[in-house]
C-alpha cells in the first residue's frame, strides 16, 4: 500500500503567501491565526486594522489598510506583496457584512429599505468579492497556480427572513464561485482553484444585534428559531470553520474547484420537520 506520507504535508503551508481580506473581523482572524499557526505569510487585507493590535498571533504578520471595493487601493496591495513575498498562492475573501439600515423588520418593512444600504450592502458582500478576484487572480493566472476561497453564507443557499440584500449577494457570490472555476481552470490553468465557505451562524458583531437581545442578553426570537432550526442545537465557534478553509486552500482539496460548502451545525440539512 502507499505510504500517506503526503498526509502531513497537506497542511504544512510554510512558504505559501496567503492574503485574507477581512481578515481582522471575527471568522476572517480565525481563519488567519490558523493559517499563521500552520506556516503560512498571512496578509491582512482590511478596512480597519486597529483590532490586531491585540491579538498576539496576529501583531506580527502583514497588514495592509486596504479597501476591497477600490482597485487602486487593492492593487497597492498586490504591489506591496508582491515586492515583500514574491507570490500570491492563495486568497481568502471574507471581507462581508449586513447592516441594519438595510434589514426589514416591523418598525422597518422592506418596501422602505433605502437603496443605498441595499447598494452598500450588494456592494461590499458581491463587488467586494468580484474586484479582488480580478486583481489578485491575475496574479495567479500569470503563476499558473493558485487557490481562492470565498466566504459566502448559508443565507446565499437558503434565503433568511429579514435580510434580504444579503442574501441575494451572498447567492451571487455562491454563483460567482463557480463561474469563475470553470473560467479560471478552462482559460489559464487547471492548478487555479475557486471554492467557498457558506457558514451558518455564527455569533460575531455583525449578527449580534439580530441574534441577542441588548437589554436581556437572552436569545431573541429570531435567535431561538434559529438555534431550533440547527439539529446541533448552537451557534458556530469560529474555530469550527477552520478545518473546512485549510483543506479547501490546501491540496488536500486538488480536486475541488467551483465547490459551496455548508458549515452550519445542519441548518441547511433540516427541513424543519
Ligand atoms: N458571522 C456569521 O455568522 C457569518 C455567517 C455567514 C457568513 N458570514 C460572512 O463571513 C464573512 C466575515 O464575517 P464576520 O462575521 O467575521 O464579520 P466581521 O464584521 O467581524 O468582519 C468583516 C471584516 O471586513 C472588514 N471590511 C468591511 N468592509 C471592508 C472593505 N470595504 N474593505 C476591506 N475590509 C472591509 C471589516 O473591517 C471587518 O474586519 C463576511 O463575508 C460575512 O458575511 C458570517
Known amino acids: ?25 471575527v471568522l476572517g482572524s480565525a481563519i488567519s491565526r490558523a493559517l499563521v499557526h500552520a506556516g503560512a505569510n498571512v496578509v491582512i487585507l482590511d478596512l480597519s486594522l486597529a483590532s490586531l493590535a491585540d491579538d498576539p498571533d496576529l501583531t506580527q504578520i502583514t497588514a495592509i489598510q486596504t479597501d476591497v471595493l477600490d482597485v487602486a487601493s487593492l492593487r497597492h496591495a498586490a504591489e506591496q506583496v508582491l515586492t515583500q513575498f514574491g507570490r500570491i498562492d492563495g486568497v481568502v475573501n471574507a471581507a462581508g457584512g449586513n447592516k441594519p439600515q438595510a434589514t426589514a423588520s416591523a418598525e422597518h418593512s422592506f418596501f422602505d429599505l433605502p437603496p443605498e444600504a441595499i447598494r452598500w450592502v450588494g456592494n461590499l458582500n458581491l463587488i467586494g468579492t468580484i474586484l479582488p478576484c480580478q486583481i489578485f487572480g491575475q496574479v495567479m493566472a500569470r503563476q499558473q497556480a493558485g487557490v481562492i ?8 443557499l437558503r434565503p433568511l427572513t429579514r435580510t434580504p440584500a444579503y442574501c441575494a449577494a451572498k447567492a451571487a457570490v455562491g454563483n460567482f464561485t463557480q463561474w469563475l472555476a470553470v473560467h479560471l481552470a478552462q482559460e489559464y490553468s487547471p492548478q487555479i482553484r475557486v471554492n467557498a465557505l457558506a457558514p451558518g451562524f455564527f455569533l460575531t458583531t455583525q449578527n449580534h444585534y439580530l441574534l441577542i437581545d441588548p437589554e436581556t ?22 474555530k469550527e470553520l477552520v478545518g473546512a478553509a485549510l483543506w479547501l486552500l490546501s491540496p488536500a482539496s486538488s480536486f475541488v474547484t467551483g465547490a459551496v460548502i455548508p458549515v452550519d451545525g445542519g441548518f441547511t440539512a433540516f427541513s424543519g420537520v
Open 1 to 25: 500500500m502507499e505510504n500517506p506520507h503526503y498526509l502531513k504535508e497537506w497542511y504544512n503551508f510554510s512558504g505559501q503567501t496567503i492574503l485574507v481580506t477581512g481578515g481582522a473581523g
Open 149 to 156: 476561497l470565498n466566504i459566502a453564507s448559508i443565507a446565499g
Open 217 to 238: 442578553q437572552t436569545l431573541t426570537r429570531r435567535g431561538q428559531t434559529i438555534i431550533g432550526h440547527t439539529p446541533m442545537g448552537r451557534f458556530g465557534d469560529p
